[in-house]
């Protein structure tokens, strides 16, 4: 089997790790289809399902409040700017929104109270989803008229856009 100039039949018994590569190069579209239908049935979300949802929602104040508790409790690790921290990921940019959009808002709250390390939950729900509303308005997620909940079960039902 060719795959990109290798030859997985042709094995260089000098080299192991390239042999035990080569082998690996020919089964690699199966596990990554085994891969990506576990995910799908573990997720527990199919196309159906994210149609019925909605987009997460904030209001301006509840970013301004996020804003405050950010530089106060998370900008140490995440950085001034929300993405030049010595510690903690960029929690804006282009990275940080392929990650989340078209996810339920629930995983980016539930990834947050886990915040600071070896204190999670330690700044109240209200807190967490001010901070979380803080960081959708850092990454063009415009603000509505209804404030972030942090009700998981509620959350669970609004998806981040892209």
């Not at 979300?45 to 909605?54: G, K, P, Q």
């Not at 987009?55 to 104040?61: I, N």
Request: some cysteine.
């Amino acid at each position: 089997m060719n795959y990109e100039g290798y030859n997985a039949n042709r094995i260089d018994t000098g080299n192991r790790q390239a042999a035990k590569w080569r082998r690996m190069i020919g089964v690699r579209p199966t596990m990554i289809a085994a891969l990506l239908a576990a995910v799908a049935v573990t997720s527990g979300l199919s196309a159906a399902s994210t149609a019925n949802m909605i987009s997460v929602g904030y209001t301006s104040a509840q970013a301004s409040r996020g804003s405050v508790i950010y530089r106060e409790s998370c900008s140490q690790c995440h950085g001034s700017s929300l993405g030049n921290g010595e510690f903690g990921p960029p929690l804006r940019g282009g990275n940080f929104r392929a990650h989340w959009r078209g996810r339920p808002a629930s995983g980016l709250y539930v990834k947050i109270a886990t915040m600071p390390p070896g204190a999670a939950n330690s700044l109240g729900q209200a807190a967490y989803s001010d901070v979380m509303a803080f960081i959708l308005s850092s990454n063009g997620i415009p603000a509505g008229r209804q404030e972030l909940t942090s009700d998981l079960t509620r959350l669970r039902t609004q998806i981040i856009p892209n």
